[in-house]
């Protein structure tokens, strides 16, 4: 199984011939979801998703289906049988890679800010996990997290937390459009080996770095 990281919070999964990629936003290229067989949506921000990218990705390849929740699919009516709705504890396929849907409600940004609905999808019976924006414990374990680095909701203090909590073998460092190279350095010695420890191997995969998820501590 190859990922391949691309602007923000999207990755491109592909194994045994199916791609699919996660969480194509604004800050993602186009080329991101090119030729692929799936798009799961985590929810409806415009850093995880653009109407207009995903119309136009299956205007270009109408046998495209996109797994996500009933609020970004409410955004994409019109699109029919492409689209189908999933939330906690579904479970679906994709060219042979399991998928199971987990988490409900993006992390607090403030209390005066409006929580929306929020889906993290693990990969390959725990190959691969990417939250969303939130601190979902799939509740099975985890070979690759892709942790995110910098939002509104969150801090590094809750970061070193949860993979501490989750305990994957490794960490893979995702949602850092908002960084500069100064932050992103920052983050790396406070999840990495300098830090204070998050209990797994942490790495940062810039845009158009691939990692084979074969078990394995880092990318390539």
Not at 12 to 28: M, N, S
Not at 47 to 70: C, F, K, S, Y
Not at 117 to 145: Q, S, Y
């Amino acid at each position: 199984m190859r990922l391949t990281k691309f602007g923000h919070a999207c990755v491109r999964v592909e194994h045994d011939g199916a791609t699919l990629v996660i969480d194509p936003g604004l800050f993602t290229e186009p080329a991101a979801v090119e030729g692929a067989d799936a798009l799961l949506i985590t929810h409806e921000h415009f850093d995880h998703v653009t109407e207009d990218q995903v119309r136009a990705a299956l205007a270009a390849n109408p046998g495209l289906r996109i797994w996500t929740n009933t609020a970004v699919a409410a955004q994409l009516s019109g699109l029919g049988a492409a689209v189908t709705v999933v939330g906690e504890g579904d479970a679906f396929e994709v060219g042979g890679i399991d998928v199971t849907v987990h988490g409900e409600w993006h992390a607090v940004i403030h209390p005066d800010v409006p929580r929306v609905r929020n889906i993290g999808f693990l990969l390959d019976g725990g190959r691969l996990f990417h939250p969303g924006d939130a601190l979902t414990l799939p509740g099975r374990p985890v070979e690759t997290l892709l942790l995110p680095l910098a939002a509104p909701w969150n801090k590094t203090g809750e970061l070193i937390d949860y993979v501490r909590e989750l305990r994957p073998a490794r960490a893979l460092g995702v949602h850092e459009a908002v960084l500069s190279e100064v932050g992103l350095g920052i983050g790396t010695h406070l999840l990495g080996a300098n830090g204070p420890g998050i209990g797994a191997p942490y790495s940062y995969l810039p845009s158009g770095g691939t990692l084979e998820l074969t078990g394995g501590p880092g990318p390539e």
